[in-house]
């Protein structure tokens, strides 16, 4: 069953992930001890929190990242959203995401986790909530050009250095 995929593969990702910070560290531990008491914590329909499948997406060369103007946050964000119970593993839920928002087919995921953050959100649910995001590093091929999908007030790639003021987006050396 997917639900147990998702869980162990969140639980993998976060157990093997090297944050370099104190934060990341204790963020890691604290998701991590969400995970043990929250066996069905990679779904929407968990409403105390849930994990969230995110996707920084670059260019092919590095220079530019992918971010979407979301509506409900209103602000640049990276890409992606919910795991599905179609979804086998984090990974692959952050990937069909980015496709399914960003229109480009032929992404590249990394596999091991880029980062993780938490967010306080109502999302889809309507209610209050916690979305605990896992940041997956995916590459787009030559020439992407990104289609806007309903999900999105606006989509864009910015240079990794010259970021829209208000973004909230990790970007790791």
């Known amino acids: 069953m997917s639900v147990e995929s998702l869980h162990a593969s969140a639980t993998e990702l976060l157990t093997t ?3 370099g910070s104190g934060p990341e560290t204790s963020l890691r531990e604290a998701i991590l ?3 043990g008491s929250a066996p069905r914590g990679c ?3 968990h409403v105390p929190g849930h994990i969230t499948a995110s996707a920084v997406v670059f260019s092919h060369d590095g220079r530019e990242v992918l971010l979407t103007l979301h509506p409900r946050v209103g602000r640049w964000i990276q890409l992606g959203g919910h795991c599905e119970e ?3 593993t984090v990974a692959g839920a952050a990937l069909r995401e980015a496709t399914e ?3 480009i087919d032929g ?3 990394e596999p091991e986790l880029y980062a993780a953050q938490a967010h306080p959100i109502t999302c889809s649910l309507g209610v ?3 979305h605990l995001d896992l940041l997956f590093r995916i590459t787009a091929p030559p020439g992407a050009v990104p289609v806007r999908s309903a999900e999105s007030t606006d989509l864009r790639w910015w240079p990794v ?3 829209p003021p208000d973004a909230d987006v990790v970007l790791m050396p």
Request: aromatic share 8%; no cysteine; charged share 25%.
């Open 17 to 19: 992930w090297q944050p």
């Open 33 to 35: 001890a969400f995970l």
């Open 43 to 45: 779904l929407r329909e």
């Open 86 to 88: 179609s979804d086998e």
């Open 101 to 103: 928002e960003s229109g």
């Open 107 to 109: 992404l590249l995921i």
């Open 128 to 130: 209050p909530t916690r």
């Open 161 to 163: 250095a010259a970021l």
